[in-house]
């Protein structure tokens, strides 16, 4: 069991930046598949991005390729989401989740943290 809390959202306007970070705590974070969610209002719980647990493989969804880095550091025990470009659309709750693989699904990730806004405005 990983314990997760993101941080790092806010408000940006449209091709702004902003870098999420989520925080884990626990005794078996490396060995964990990592991964980053969206949930805009009203819409399903979406892919964003995942990383292998020695950082060696990274997936990203389509919405996000080219624009969004996932990477990071077993040594801190922490996730990071680096988002570039930020458009509106990319306006939602923000959530890091922990798994035993990669996967788009939602249902496969084990742990989850509470969420953090990124708000794009136009």
């Known amino acids: 069991q990983v314990q997760l809390v993101e941080s790092g959202g806010g408000l940006v306007q449209a091709g702004g930046s902003l870098r999420l970070s989520c925080a884990a705590s626990?005794?078996?974070?490396?060995?964990?598949?990592m991964s980053w969610f969206r949930q805009p209002p009203g819409k399903e719980r979406e892919f964003v991005a995942a990383?292998?647990?020695?950082?060696?493989?990274?997936y990203y969804g389509d919405s996000v390729k080219g624009r969004f880095t996932i990477s990071r550091d077993n040594a801190k025990n922490t996730l990071y989401l680096q988002m570039n470009s930020l458009k509106p659309e990319d306006t939602a709750v923000y959530y890091c989740?922990?798994?035993?693989?990669?996967?788009?699904?939602?249902?496969?990730?084990?742990?989850w943290g509470p969420g953090t806004q990124v708000t794009v405005s136009s």
């Open positions: 626990g005794r078996t974070f490396s060995s964990y598949v």
């Open positions: 990383i292998s647990w020695d950082g060696g493989r990274t």
């Open positions: 989740a922990a798994g035993v693989r990669s996967s788009s699904d939602y249902r496969e990730y084990r742990d």
